[in-house]
C-alpha cells in the first residue's frame, strides 16, 4: 500500500505562484505515473496533472501553460507548480496515481482570492 502525504497550500492573491508537494511511502513510488487531481465545493475531483515515471507530464486544457508537474524520485515526491493563479483554481489538491489505486490522503487547500 502506498500512503500521500501533501503539504504546501494556502491563501494567494490571482496572479500568484504557489508549489504544492506529495510525499509517498514505499519504494515502488518510482515506477508509478503520479497526478495531481482537485476538488472544489460542489464539484467532483478532476484530474490537473499527470507525470509518467520517465517524467513526461500531461496537463488539463484548463492548466496548461499554468501549472508545471515534477518529480524526485529520490525524495518519493511530486511537485505541482501553480503560476497565474485564478480565482476558479481555487480547490483542494489531492496526488494519486492517474488511476486513482491509492487511498487519498487529506489534500491540501489552495485558495485564491484578493
Known amino acids: 500500500q502506498v500512503q500521500f502525504v501533501e503539504s504546501g497550500g494556502g491563501l494567494v492573491q490571482p496572479g500568484g505562484s504557489l508549489r504544492i508537494s506529495c510525499v509517498a511511502s514505499g519504494r515502488i513510488f518510482v515506477i508509478l505515473a503520479m497526478a495531481w487531481y482537485r476538488q472544489a465545493p460542489g464539484k467532483q475531483r478532476e484530474l490537473v496533472a499527470s507525470?509518467?515515471?520517465?517524467?513526461?507530464?500531461n496537463y488539463a486544457s484548463s492548466v496548461e501553460g499554468r501549472f508545471t508537474i515534477s518529480r524526485d524520485n529520490a525524495k518519493n515526491t511530486v511537485y505541482l507548480q501553480m503560476n497565474s493563479l485564478k480565482p476558479e483554481d481555487t480547490a483542494v489538491y489531492y496526488c494519486n496515481t492517474p488511476s486513482g489505486a491509492y487511498s487519498w490522503g487529506q489534500g491540501t487547500q489552495v485558495t485564491v482570492s484578493s
Open positions: 507525470i509518467s515515471s520517465g517524467g513526461i507530464p
